[in-house]
């Protein structure tokens, strides 16, 4: 299996349901989180955009951490990640990239075919896991 996250940026409204979910469903401490979710906007921190009122604006982006497991032994059996089950938006599809029946591989075809751009954080040497691609057609 070749488990790949697909995460689609322009559904994404930086609710937290998904780090919430993760952290229900797998039991984590208070201060562990798994995937974190980032604002873009003024650079100060959660919700807080740039910009000069009233034209103000920000992007959200939930970054996966190395601890992420892929909710491993959901996916044995099936199952769709904590988060992925959670997200309001529908902005996360998990599945087999090897398979162009999963819910990963429909969901990239589709974004695609929108036009929208795909890319990989270069997780090397970072605190980002591997495995999750992005998606927008901003
Ligand atoms: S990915 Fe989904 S659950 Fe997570 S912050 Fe974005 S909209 Fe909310
Ligand atoms: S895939 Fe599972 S372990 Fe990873 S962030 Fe989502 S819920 Fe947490």
Known sequence: MAYQ?????????????CAMACKV??????????VEVETHGSGKGIDRP???????????????????????????????????????????AFGNAEDAESAFSQE?????GRGARVWELDSAGTQTRANVLYA???
């Open 5 to 17: 996250m697909l995460v689609d940026l322009d559904r994404c409204v930086g609710c937290w349901t």
């Open 108 to 112: 990239k075809a589709r974004v695609e």
């Open 50 to 92: 740039a910009g000069v009122y009233p034209d103000l604006h920000m992007t959200w982006q939930p970054v996966y951490l190395p601890t992420c497991t892929f909710c491993a032994p959901r996916a044995a059996e099936g199952e769709k990640p904590f988060c992925v089950n959670c997200c309001p938006t529908l902005a996360l």
């Open 25 to 34: 469903g797998n039991h984590l401490a208070d201060d562990e989180y798994r």
């Open 136 to 138: 927008t057609a901003r």
